[in-house]
């Protein structure tokens, strides 16, 4: 008995050990946050995801204007979405889709396009700590009805929350006071020019980098942003290495905010530069 014990444990922990290797080898897919094309989108949001579907994305993330839209305006979107063979991954999102009040239309139109995240990019203006722990608890509060509904919400980095109020990130607050389904979205250059170290914050909040905003930066002042992808300050490959191995990475999003060239030309070439640098 002893023996068929041990010899069933080992061959549980094997499954698992081949299960983790599986999603390891999972090829994660790459989308574009279409706040990179916003010019372009505000003309013709159709024509823009046309657009980036024929670059080869994989799925987009639309930003917050999508919350001023109709049901059936969002469902002319998801069509659309279906017929280019594309998905909506997640939404950025002001602190108000997320409120109890503003929470079921961002339901409604994120179910209809078929995004499972709903992420909060910008929670306004937050004075101080106990500031932030409010923001967490919104956080939480949502994270708590979106569940039976088998989606999700998260926050959204900017320079902001990497900077520390009386010694403490407002990015380490947020993680410690909300559940661990509630998921960090990195957005890597925000965080670089803050003089944070991404890939050990990555290190720090295994399985809550769920998507990363694939954005560099340059210390040159002369361009900041307005850098291709892998031409800035961002380590790559160990943000790859990182995200896949502990962050627990589903999709990645393409996020640019000006080049050399023009914004599609941009979006494809940090695509093509993607592609290269992950492998």
Same mark, same amino acid.
């Given at each position: 008995m002893s023996r068929h014990l041990i010899s069933r444990r080992a061959l549980l922990a094997s499954a698992s050990t081949l299960a983790f290797a599986q999603s390891r080898g999972k090829r &994660?897919?790459?989308?574009l946050e279409l706040y990179s094309v916003r010019n372009e989108l505000t003309k013709d949001l159709m024509g823009t995801v046309r657009a980036v579907?024929?670059?080869?994305?994989?799925?987009?993330?639309?930003?917050?204007?999508y919350y001023q839209w109709t049901p059936a305006y969002a469902k002319e979107v998801r069509q659309l979405l279906d017929d280019l063979g594309i998905r909506c991954f997640s939404t950025h999102n002001g602190a108000r889709s997320l409120s109890p009040e503003g929470l079921p239309k961002a339901i409604e139109l994120n179910q209809t396009i078929g995004s499972k995240f709903i992420v909060?990019?910008?929670?306004?203006?937050? /004075?101080?700590?106990?500031?932030?722990?409010?923001?967490?608890?919104?956080?939480?509060?949502?994270a708590e009805k979106l569940k039976p509904l088998g989606m999700r919400t998260g926050f959204h980095n900017h320079q902001t929350e990497f900077k520390p109020i009386d010694g403490k990130r407002p990015m380490e607050v947020l993680a410690a006071n909300t559940p661990r389904d509630v998921v960090l979205q990195l957005d890597v250059g925000t965080c670089i020019?803050?003089?944070s170290d991404p890939v050990a914050w990555i290190d720090h909040n295994p399985r809550r980098i769920v998507s990363m905003h694939c954005k560099d930066w340059s210390r040159d002042p002369a361009k900041g942003y307005k850098v291709l992808l892998?031409?800035?300050?961002a380590p790559w490959k160990k943000l790859f290495n990182a995200?896949?191995?502990?962050?627990? &990475?589903?999709?990645?999003?393409?996020?640019? /905010?000006?080049?050399d060239y023009p914004?599609?030309?941009?979006?494809?070439?940090?695509?093509?530069a993607f592609r290269k640098l992950h492998g």
């Open positions: &994660i897919p790459v989308g579907a024929k670059m080869g994305y994989e799925g987009v993330e639309f930003y917050s204007p909060m990019a910008s929670a306004g203006k937050v /004075e101080n700590l106990d500031g932030w722990k409010g923001v967490a608890e919104t956080l939480s509060q949502a020019e803050a003089v892998g031409e800035g300050e995200a896949e191995k502990t962050g627990g &990475i589903e999709y990645y999003l393409v996020e640019q /905010e000006g080049s914004p599609f030309e941009t979006a494809e070439r940090c695509l093509a």
